[in-house]
């Protein structure tokens, strides 16, 4: 009982701690891939777990997040990302393209229960670099433009002098 308390704790503390949880059903997947997708959310620094829903539905209880409870059915394994909010959905998202015994029941982005839609959504979005390299390019192409513009009258400018000389 103490063992099952103990647990309970730990999924209540990583479902505080994460800022994005996305809930599987891996049924049907073979050894190797299990592995091949533990290593790949691994390396994005996901944390990959099968837990029994029982003592899953004690830790959504304790931390108002019941509305998973339904997604609780059958073999399911969570991935817990406290980094990157993309992460675990572009990675499951991809996986269960090419794997499709891989089943995505749900998640809780930023404290927010959402659906399988929503996962699918935010899987499509591009990472945190390539959003900061989006806005980056945009917060650059006025002073771009400006230079060029610069440059152009400047060019103009010179090839006016040239014939006024000649």
């Known amino acids: 009982m103490e063992q099952k308390k103990q647990v309970v704790a730990e999924i209540v503390g990583k479902l ?5 949880t996305v809930l599987t059903d891996y049924r049907g997947l073979t050894v190797a891939e299990m592995n091949e997708l533990r290593k790949q959310l691994r390396e994005a620094g996901v944390d990959y777990q099968v837990l029994k829903n029982t003592l899953t539905r004690r830790a959504t209880a304790e ?3 019941t509305e998973l409870d339904e997604t609780l059915k ?7 990302s406290n980094e990157d909010v993309v992460a675990p959905a572009k990675i499951l998202h991809n996986f269960s393209k090419d794997h499709k015994a891989l089943e995505i029941k749900g998640g809780v982005v930023e404290g927010r229960v959402v659906s399988v839609d929503e996962i699918k959504e935010l899987a499509t ?7 900061l390299s989006m806005l980056l390019s945009v917060l650059q192409a006025p002073m771009r433009n400006f230079a060029l513009a610069v440059k152009a009258v400047s060019d103009k400018d010179g090839e006016g002098k040239g014939e006024q000389e000649a």
């Open 74 to 80: 059958g073999p399911t394994a969570i991935a817990f």
């Open 63 to 65: 931390t108002q997040l």
């Open 125 to 131: 979005l591009p990472s945190r670099e390539g959003l």
């Open 16 to 20: 505080n701690g994460s800022k994005s």
